[in-house]
């Protein structure tokens, strides 16, 4: 039995730098092993046993290939994975409304903003089969539809603001 010195760098994503006495290597680990351009290792599942397989030196390139083959999947992934929470960040501006079951008093004192998603959430549910930038435009207004309705009128302040929202979008489409 010999004694060997191995440390590893993690930079993030299981993707690594081994450094031993025989040099500098990067690695790649996943769930159920790791990948280096000297050999592999399989995780067995019982703790401290593991499967490795270490390439000779003729056949060091495939490993590295195999090795870029993971990175650039990993890269792959995460930049796919950054896309889509962009994507639904983008998209998710009309489901934060709060406003679907209260009256026209709360109305009023809400923020713009809850104003402009609670429209977006019923034009969204009403206009299923259009952009997301045609349904902003019709939430926008309505936004400004119902702000109109409501201005200095208290006799309203208990009607139910989807009430409100149906008359201006009946309105609204009779215009066009």
């Known amino acids: 039995m010999s004694i060997r010195f191995n440390k590893r760098i993690n930079l993030g994503k299981g993707i690594g730098v081994n450094i031993s006495k025989s040099g500098i ?3 790649v680990k996943t769930k159920i092993g790791s990948v280096s351009s000297k050999g592999y290792s399989v995780r067995t599942g019982i703790p ?3 499967y490795r397989k270490t390439y000779s030196k003729s056949k060091n390139s495939g490993c590295l290939i195999i090795l870029i083959f993971f990175i650039a999947s990993i890269t792959f992934l995460t930049i796919a994975s950054c896309k889509n929470e962009i994507i639904k ?3 998710q501006w009309y ?3 709060t406003l679907h ?3 026209i008093s709360d109305w009023k004192y809400a923020t713009e903003e809850n104003k402009l998603a609670t429209c977006g959430e019923f034009c969204a549910n009403i206009y299923k089969d259009h952009s997301i930038d045609y349904i902003k435009i019709i939430a926008t207004n309505l936004k400004i539809c119902i702000d109109e309705a409501v201005k200095g009128h208290d006799v309203v302040n208990n009607s139910a603001i989807s009430e409100m ?4 979008l009946l309105l609204m489409e009779n215009l066009n």
């Open 165 to 168: 929202a149906t008359y201006c």
């Open 25 to 27: 290597t990067p690695s």
């Open 95 to 97: 489901q934060v409304g």
């Open 48 to 50: 401290g046993i593991t």
């Open 101 to 103: 079951n209260s009256n």
């Open 89 to 91: 960040s983008t998209n």
